[in-house]
């Protein structure tokens, strides 16, 4: 591990008690590890109005304790003008702007003129869709604001075909926002993006190989506790295990080695996404077997599976060792199902 000058943001998705703010950032503390921000949401922006939306404005109190016990710079996510004047108000150092808000000019508005009259730093995560021009044009909302300091973070993007993480992280859109801001500071949320804790270390040393410049992660003292997001949280223990595990390097020359590196690193995440697709190809399997068991149906249904073969044919690469390797490959998928069919009948 070697951090160089890499943001680093640690801290509980949400504010959810004094103790537990207090036994996170003091765990962190204890690691020893270069933390830039402590990160927390006081106001949670849920899907559902039945799950926990925060704490609200007490933890702002929180977390100013925090900051004079440990040192570590706050910052805690806004999404209405009249948050970030709390927020100045109580001492924090910096403000991000969720993925849900980006998306809403207005608000973003409401905030770049509140930052004008309380200036604090500002990060900016991607909207929740897909538009690298809607990023963009909260960034300049905030230019335009004149915001002390402006980041951007990644937390990747609802897309309908994602099926292995919670969010795609598309990383094209992330490196086409570095390209048309060449010095704006990108960070890469890989909690969000993973929506657990398998992927975090796969996404983040992807992030780095890009040339990121630091790291959000959610991190709680107990996750299986947490109020939110608990599939996603990691410990302090493994947020240090996690940074002592990465490659930190310099954004600028990639060299040949390093772009070796990135390569085999999406390798090796599309390896882990065929494997999970794979295992949830096999529970479908399970589903067919008990429909055919039930209406006593042929395991076999020869029909059926040359059109799989063929739409996959279609679709393929057209060289004929791939082709070979495609039909090898089709055979054993089909093969493994037929077992494990029969296996279940
Ligand atoms: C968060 O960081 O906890 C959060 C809600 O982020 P996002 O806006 O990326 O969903
Ligand atoms: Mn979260």
Excluded at 124 to 153: D, F, H, V
Excluded at 212 to 228: I, K, T, Y
Excluded at 285 to 301: F, G, M, R, T, Y
């Amino acid at each position: 591990m070697e951090l160089r000058n890499s943001t680093i943001i640690a801290g509980p998705c949400a504010a959810e008690s004094e103790e537990q703010l207090f036994l996170t950032a003091e765990q962190l503390f204890q690691t020893g590890l270069p933390i830039s921000y402590f990160r927390t949401g006081v106001w949670k922006p849920r899907s559902s109005p039945k799950d926990f939306c925060g704490v609200g404005e007490i933890a702002l109190e929180w977390l100013a304790q925090i900051k004079k016990q440990f040192h570590f710079p706050i910052c805690v996510e806004v999404a209405r003008g009249e948050h970030v004047k709390w927020c100045y108000e109580n001492g924090i150092d910096a403000i991000w702007i969720g993925a849900r808000t980006t998306v809403n000019p207005f608000l973003v508005q409401e905030i770049a003129d509140a930052v004008k009259q309380f200036p604090i730093e500002v990060m900016i995560k991607n909207p929740i869709t897909p538009e690298l021009k809607t990023w963009i044009g909260a960034i300049e909302r905030l230019q335009e604001a004149n915001a002390p300091k402006i980041m951007s973070i990644h937390r990747g993007f609802s897309v309908e075909s994602e099926h292995v993480l919670r969010y795609s992280p598309i990383w094209e859109i992330p490196i086409a926002l570095k390209t048309h801001f060449p010095d704006l500071q990108i960070i890469c949320d890989p909690s969000h993006i993973a929506g657990n804790v398998n992927y975090l270390k796969e996404i983040s040393q992807i992030a780095l190989d890009y040339g990121f410049d630091g790291l959000m992660v959610e991190v709680h003292h107990n996750p299986q506790l947490a109020l939110s997001d608990a599939d996603q949280q990691i410990t302090p223990t493994q947020f240090f295990d996690l940074i002592e595990s990465l490659n930190f390097k310099s954004s600028v020359n990639l060299t040949t080695e390093h772009q070796l590196v990135k390569e085999r690193n999406l390798i090796g995440h599309i390896d882990t996404q065929i494997s999970e697709l794979l295992k949830k190809r096999m529970e479908i399997v399970d589903e067919i077997a008990k429909i055919k068991n039930s209406h006593n149906l042929a395991l076999l249904q020869p029909d059926q599976w040359k059109k799989v073969v063929q739409k996959y044919q279609q679709s393929a690469l057209s060289d004929a060792d791939y082709q070979k390797f495609l039909a090898d490959f089709l055979d054993l998928l089909h093969q493994a199902s037929l077992n494990r069919q029969k296996n279940k009948h």
